[in-house]
Nanobody, 125 residues
Framework: QVQLVESGGGLVQAGGSLRLSCAAS????????MGWFRQAPGKEREFVTA????????YYADSVNGRFTISRDNAKNTVYLQMNSLKPEDTAVYYC??????????????????WGQGTQVTVSS
């Protein structure tokens, strides 16, 4: 069983930066690939980024590529999302997710086994 808790959300101005953290309590955290999703009001939950268990492979949605960076520290059981050059359209609840190390799709909600409660990110214009 894996428990995930996001933190670091808040209100920032457009062009600013924010770093989200996701702390995992599972003893086998390093065995899981991790992802970040977001959900804006009235919208479907969408893929943002993912990272393999080793941290060697990362994937980004086109909408955030070049602005967001995912990383993980397995020794601290934590995954991070560094968000730069934030835009108002980045406003959403951001969710951390964990996935068992299986091959296949990595960008769908159904591809993940565990979810955090979400943290609100609001970008003002």
């Amino acid at each position: 069983q894996v428990q995930l808790v996001e933190s670091g959300g808040g209100l920032v101005q457009a062009g600013g930066s924010l770093r989200l953290s996701c702390a995992a309590s599972g003893r086998t955290f390093s065995s899981y690939a991790m992802g970040w999703f977001r959900q804006a009001p009235g919208k479907e939950r969408e893929f943002v980024t993912a990272i393999s268990w080793s941290g060697s492979n990362t994937y980004y949605a086109d909408s955030v590529n070049g602005r967001f960076t995912i990383s993980r520290d397995n020794a601290k059981n934590t995954v991070y999302l560094q968000m730069n050059s934030l835009k108002p359209e980045d406003t959403a609840v951001y969710y951390c997710a964990a996935r068992r190390p299986v091959t296949g799709s990595y960008s769908g909600v159904s591809d993940y086994d565990y979810w955090g409660q979400g943290t609100q990110v609001t970008v003002s214009s």
